[in-house]
């Protein structure tokens, strides 16, 4: 029962930091074609009816594994969990295991008797249903820690800055992020690899990224959970509430009281504080790069938009930010969106297709940001922001 029951809340039980969730075999099971899946010990058979014990294999499966990944999420106060807290956490199904084994499986429980589907993405008849209801959470704030912040009005004044003739919604903006994170809620992955009818989607790092939205589990159920997701007390396993959950943290304000960590997001950032827009040329004496040659900007075959490198963002600037910074999990490893000019980080941050991670010369998010505003269309045709230097 406790393979099944960890294994439909997205848990893997295989060694690998890219199996922890999606990509993971399943035990007893072949992990493709015909390559099967193997104990953690030797001599032992993979089944799940019994307790696997772990040791750190590439490719073993284990039910201490699975034990291990559930408590480390639960246990942990912030930052990415590595494969190396996973190995130092205990696979023992203590009370306190057992506490949150029971809300996680009522919540899902609760989830699937609602819902019924096998299978639930992104062309579930629902999903826009689902969509308007989580986007009025930019427009009207919720809780305590959550006001308004890309409301469509303000949408609208964003889109009036790259051209009049672009006409688009905050729930289209919302549908194409989504895509951007997972198709899927529950049913299936990206890979369809192992599919399990109700299992719920996991990304393939160890924190725990469920669902649609791909937050992090330790932001609603951690030790130290976010202020906003403690506030709203939302169910990560259904898709409404996952949705709702990630409108959530874009908009978290920087709040925390006791208990709770500042989880501020880049929407309250950019359009309630209004911290991100900077001067094109802010805080670059001291590297050594210049923006000198910037003269200006044009939208798609329009006039050249005169400006200098000691000229300041404009929102739509500031929306590529707030974006950027969901898919950087905040701003506190990498500050460089509140010290750094959008066109700065595009001229002299490095793009590598081969890693998903900002470093101090690869700025992933910056291509995260432009790929989900091309795919929502206000970064399309003559509706693209185009720098000119010389």
């Known amino acids: 029962m406790l393979e099944q029951m960890l294994w439909q809340l997205g848990i893997s039980p295989q060694q690998g930091y890219f199996r922890a969730g999606r990509e993971g075999a399943r035990i007893d099971s072949n992990r493709s074609s015909a390559i099967k899946t193997a104990s953690c010990v030797d001599n032992v058979n993979d089944k799940r009816n019994i307790f696997l014990k772990y040791a750190s294999i590439d490719g073993c499966v284990s039910t201490e594994l699975m034990v291990k990944r559930f408590n480390v999420r639960n246990q942990q106060e912030s930052g990415t969990i590595l494969t190396k807290d996973v190995n130092a956490t205990s696979g023992a199904v203590g009370s306190e295991s057992l506490v949150w084994l029971q809300r996680d499986w009522f919540s899902y429980l609760t989830s699937v008797q609602d819902l019924t589907s096998e299978i639930i993405g992104q062309t579930d008849t629902r999903f826009d249903e689902w969509i308007k209801e989580s986007v009025k959470i930019w427009d009207q704030g919720i809780g305590s820690y959550v006001p308004a912040t890309l409301t469509q009005e303000k949408y609208n004044e964003i889109l009036t800055i790259i051209g009049p003739s672009v006409s688009k919604t905050t729930e289209g903006l919302l549908r194409v992020w989504i895509a951007g994170e997972s198709k899927y809620h529950w049913g299936n992955n990206l890979a369809s ?4 009818d109700f299992r719920m989607t996991e990304g393939a790092d160890e924190s725990g990224s469920l669902s649609f939205s791909q937050l992090k589990y330790q932001y609603r159920y951690g030790k130290k959970p976010c202020a906003a997701h403690k506030d709203a007390e939302l169910n990560l396993y259904h898709p409404q509430d996952n949705l709702s959950s ?12 006791a208990g709770t960590a500042n989880c501020e997001g880049g929407f309250h950032k950019a359009f309630v504080d209004d911290e991100l827009r900077l001067k094109y040329n802010h805080n670059i004496g001291s590297s050594g790069e210049t923006l000198t040659e910037l003269i200006g900007f044009k939208h798609g075959n329009g006039a050249v938009t005169p400006i200098t490198d000691s000229s300041t963002e404009d929102m739509y600037e500031n929306l590529a930010k707030a974006i950027a910074i969901y898919n950087a999990n905040g701003i506190k490893g990498q500050p460089f969106f509140t010290a750094q000019s959008w066109p700065r980080l595009l001229r002299y941050k490095k793009k590598d297709t081969s890693k998903q991670a900002n470093t101090a010369t690869i700025c992933h998010s ?8 091309n795919k929502a269309e206000t970064l399309s045709g003559t509706s693209k922001n185009v720098y000119m230097v010389w």
């Open 366 to 373: 910056c291509k995260y940001s432009l790929e989900i505003r």
């Open 246 to 257: 990630m409108v959530i943290h874009t908009a978290s304000s920087s709040s925390s009281p």
């Open 193 to 196: 690899y192992q599919q399990t």
